[in-house]
Each structure stands twice: as C-alpha cells, then as structure tokens.
C-alpha cells in the first residue's frame, strides 16, 4: 500500500478474480452433489430470471466454457456497485459461439451465478457464502455490493505512469460477481485452492479436474472450471482487470496450491513460472 507505506500481506483483502469463478463453479457442483439438477441438465430448465438463446445448453457446457455464450463488453464488467443482472446481460442471453469449442464466456459464468441464485432461492452471494465461503471457514472473503463496502483492508490498485511514478485506481467492483465479485485474503484464497474438493464427493471432486474437451491449439483442455495444462499434471484459475490480477494453480496429484495476486498490471508468467520451477526443484 503506497499511501499508507504498508507491506501488503495474508490478511489483506484482494479482487481474487480466480477464486471468484473457483467459487461459483463448487457451488454448481454442491448442487449437482445434492441432487438439484446434473451436469447434463440443460440450464433453461432451472433458469427462472434469464434464459438462454439456445435452449439446449447444459450445466457441463457451460462450467466447462463449452457453450458458446457471449459476454457483455469489457467496459460493462466494473462499476462502483452491482446491478441487477438483467441490466447487463439481457433477460436472453445470446449464443453466437461454437459449441463444443473452448471459448472462456464471462456470460457463461453469469448464467451459472443466476443458476445458483434460482434453484436456491438466494442471492448469489448469500448462496454461494453458505455454500463454499462459511463450509471452508473463508471468514475474511466477501461478495460486496458497493465498492463503498469494501472497508480499509481492501488492497488498493495503482497504474505506473511513463515517469515511474504509481497512480492509485479509484476502487471498482465486478458488476457479475460469479466471474469476478470475491474480494478475498490471500489466506482464504489458499484455503479455498487447497479445500474446494473437501466439499463434494469424491469422485465428482475428480471430475471437476479430469479434462471435458480436447486439447486447444495451446495444448490445454478445459474441466469442470479448470483450465488442465497438457501433460495433465496441473490444473488453473485465473483473471484480471485493471489493474489487478489472480492466479490460482493446483498441483492435481497432491493438491497443493499456488497463488499470485497483484495491485498492478504486471506480466503474470515470469512469476508463476518460477513457482512452478520451485516444485520441480522441490520433487527433484
């Protein structure tokens, strides 16, 4: 924290984009646990407040960003408070994309944020708190409504101006809060990369990480909300907007965990590649 001469640390609030869509997609799976619907359900027969153009879309194509959904423009996702979903998305969601094909679909992700708050009968946020967030003992995370809620711990985001000089950004808030409303504590953002699958039975805690797609042209396959590296080792979340950024990496073998937050837009991979080189080195 520039202003405040403050070393940033575990206990700090930050815009945990990744653990964001980590949240919304074990709240799905919770759901899909308890009977509610399956992944292979086609999401308009539980949708109640919008609905999807292509009828036949399922709760797996749409966690695993198969689904072709469009999404709202990047200049409708941050704002100083959250509205009401149908002002940003639509009551009908539109599906220009291919199906089948991985396509990362912040509009996807809407729909299984208004998924959850229909067959529950909650607002997002309260049903997807006492779905993941109070199970996992995440007390430090939060889904606020107002960036005014968002209190002194709140990390503050700075742009570098061509002097070198740190501009602070004026706080905002992810108007989708399924793809990027959780502001959270590093800490509780280790506890939910380590404990997430704690909350779902075994072998749909396996699914959620065995590849649904074939590989990209990167080599990457998409899960249930993962994104699965190429030799099937490692599993990721991640998100950014300015001028922040979260990643998420899960060691699919053991479960340990990785993260990387910043309050500045900086490139992510010389830092997350070192990390991994450091479970090398450990292993070796």
């Known amino acids: 924290d520039l202003d405040h001469g403050v070393e940033l640390g575990p206990a700090h609030r930050w815009s945990a984009y ?20 399956t992944l ?17 879309i ?13 999404s709202p423009a990047a200049s409708e996702l941050l704002a100083d408070h959250v509205p009401d979903l149908v002002s940003v998305i639509g009551p009908v969601v539109t599906c220009g994309g291919p199906r089948g094909t991985i ?40 889904f606020p409504a107002r960036a005014a809620d968002l209190g002194p711990d709140a990390v503050t985001g700075y742009n570098v101006n061509p002097d070198g000089t740190f501009t602070p950004v004026p706080a905002v808030i992810c108007t989708i809060p399924a793809i990027g409303g959780l502001w959270a504590t590093a800490a509780d953002t280790v506890r939910l990369g380590t404990a997430w699958s704690t909350l779902l039975p075994a072998e749909l805690a396996r699914e959620a990480v065995t590849p649904q797609t074939a590989p990209a042209s990167t080599g990457f396959r998409m899960a249930l ?13 991640a998100g950014a907007a300015p001028p922040a950024s979260a990643f998420l990496r899960l060691r699919i073998r053991d479960g340990q965990v990785q993260v990387v937050l910043t309050n500045r837009g900086v490139p992510l991979g010389p830092v997350t590649d070192r990390l991994l080189r450091s479970w090398t080195h450990a292993a070796a």
């Not at 709240?27 to 619907?37: H, K």
């Not at 292979?40 to 036949?56: F, G, I, K, M, S």
């Not at 399922?58 to 469009?70: F, I, K, Q």
């Open 58 to 70: 399922t709760v797996r194509e749409l966690v695993s960003h198969t689904a072709g959904v469009d």
């Open 40 to 56: 292979d359900t086609p999401a308009n027969d539980r949708l109640r407040t919008v609905r999807l153009e292509d009828a036949t």
């Open 18 to 37: 990744c653990g964001s869509a980590l949240a919304t997609s074990t709240a799905v799976l919770r759901l899909v646990a308890d009977g509610r619907f």
């Open 103 to 142: 396509r990362p679909s912040n509009g996807g992700y809407a729909v299984l944020g208004q998924l959850i708050a229909d067959v529950t009968g909650a607002p997002y946020r309260e049903a997807v708190t006492d779905l993941v967030l109070a199970p996992l003992g995440m007390k430090d995370s939060t």
């Open 225 to 237: 909300g993962w994104i699965i590296s190429g030799r099937g080792d490692l599993a990721v979340q």
